[in-house]
């Protein structure tokens, strides 16, 4: 098929809702490690990674070799039966995870992800309502989408039933119209005065993202998750971590963004970067909270040995190839060379996140924030041309999100930004 062709049918056959990037969708044919093809051969430096999921490269071969060589051995047989990929994963993921997190559920994707840690914790705790956050995202399902904090992820008849939100931690958009750190990082608070007035006082849990992604990498101040923690602890609900976009070493350093803020959950959900693009996901939890779960439950696919093998080697990478570490260093030169980059061009009003997840807030204008959208748009199109895919976030859709695989270089990095420095002195203002 020409491109021409697999767009014509895209558009025929898929759900429009399901959006492309770019006025001319880019047909993907393959990857390798940091680089992605297009169908007519024009080569890309991938700083998006099939949004935050590419953990250690397309196509690499020290997971493709292991996925290949488990399909042909045995590749489902549902959760009735245990095997060597799916208890040497839990394993893994009990030693890797934070504090007493023990026990697994594997399902298929984040949406199931977060609807397993919802669904526990009300088991657990007896109560029901949940707080999450203005701006968060938690996936596509109908209890997800009540989670989430954005109105265009929420259209269609979302029931927010026992589900309510408190103010983000948006200190370039202070919500309080504050400045950190003089406001005593006050929407901290707001989570325990939407407990007192939207509850009844008695919550199964607040689940939140320790960085929003598609909010566009919004980063709290220091303080802020154990203020947040010991809130949660007060009403006696537990504290769910969704590392969907922040595990992985995605923030340099830690397993799990929650840890850079030295909070340990109750349960931790998870999924894209766990296993390099193949479809797997986690709710962990401690034996105690695990125990608490009532009747039965299945994810038919969750786990299955093909997907625990590329989580397994996935994980094997990150470690044999010191890749927190790298994301960590590697993340820093990122950070300063973009900092660097918003002196240059005023259409940067804010640059954050942590280590190879980092965001550009596009302003037209640095004192009014006014959001700069279709300006990212105009970025978007150019840097596809000069051969560098970069993503887009935030509730108005002006935050360019970076998010290239843990194992990139520095070099890879100066390619980036020189791309992306050509790109913004070619947008219009
Ligand atoms: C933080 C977060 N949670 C949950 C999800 C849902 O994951 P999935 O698309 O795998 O269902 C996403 C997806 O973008 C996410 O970013």
């Not at 491109?3 to 492309?20: G, I, T």
């Not at 995870?97 to 705790?125: D, W």
């Not at 190879?356 to 279709?374: I, T, W």
């Amino acid at each position: 098929m020409s491109s021409n062709e697999v767009r014509d049918k895209h558009k025929k056959y898929l759900w429009p809702a399901v959006a492309n990037y770019y006025q001319q969708p880019l047909v993907a044919d393959r990857g390798q490690m940091q680089y992605l093809w297009d169908l007519d051969g024009k080569r890309y430096l991938d700083f998006v990674g099939g949004i935050l999921t590419i953990s250690v490269g397309h196509c690499n071969p020290k997971v493709t070799g292991k996925i290949k060589a488990q399909v042909d051995k045995l590749q489902h047989t549902s959760t009735l039966y245990p095997n060597e990929a799916i208890v040497a994963l839990a394993e893994k993921l009990a030693q890797i995870t934070p504090g007493r997190l023990q026990k697994s559920f594997f399902t298929n994707s984040g949406t199931e992800a977060n609807e397993a840690a919802v669904m526990l914790a009300r088991m657990a705790t007896g109560s029901f309502e949940v707080v999450a956050l203005r701006h968060g995202y938690s996936g596509s399902s109908l209890i997800a989408k009540a989670l989430t904090g954005q109105a265009p992820w929420r259209r269609g008849g979302v029931v927010s039933f026992g589900i309510t939100h408190a103010m983000n931690p948006y200190c370039y958009r202070c919500p309080l119209g504050m400045t950190y750190p003089d406001c005593g990082v006050a929407c901290a608070q707001d989570v325990e005065a939407v407990i007192q007035t939207c509850t009844s006082g008695r919550i199964a849990a607040f689940l939140a993202e320790p960085i929003q992604g598609v909010g566009g990498f919004i980063t709290p101040p220091p303080e802020y998750w154990k203020m947040v923690f010991n809130i949660v602890k007060k009403y006696d609900g537990l504290f769910i971590a969704d590392e969907v976009q922040t595990g992985w070493g995605r923030t340099g350093k830690k397993w799990f963004g929650i840890e850079q803020w030295e909070v340990e959950p109750d349960i931790l959900t998870t999924a894209k970067g766990m296993a390099n693009g193949a479809p797997v996901g986690a709710t962990v939890t401690t034996a105690e909270l695990a125990d608490t779960f009532q009747g039965l439950t299945i994810s038919t696919f969750g786990g299955n040995p093909v997907t625990a093998v590329a989580a397994r080697a996935t994980i094997e990478v990150i470690e044999e190839e010191k890749l927190l570490e790298n994301a960590h260093t590697v993340g820093a030169y990122f950070r300063k060379k973009l900092e660097e980059l918003q002196q240059k061009y005023p259409l940067i009003g804010d640059v954050r996140g942590m280590g190879l997840m980092q965001g550009l807030e596009l302003v037209k204008d640095r004192k009014s924030k006014e959001p700069a959208a279709a300006e990212l748009t105009q970025l978007m199109e150019r840097s596809r041309e000069n051969g560098l895919l970069i993503g887009k976030g935030g509730l108005f859709g002006n935050v360019v999100r970076l998010s290239p695989p843990l194992n990139i270089s520095q070099a890879d990095v100066d390619e980036a930004i020189r791309l992306l420095d050509k790109s913004f002195s070619e947008v219009r203002t």
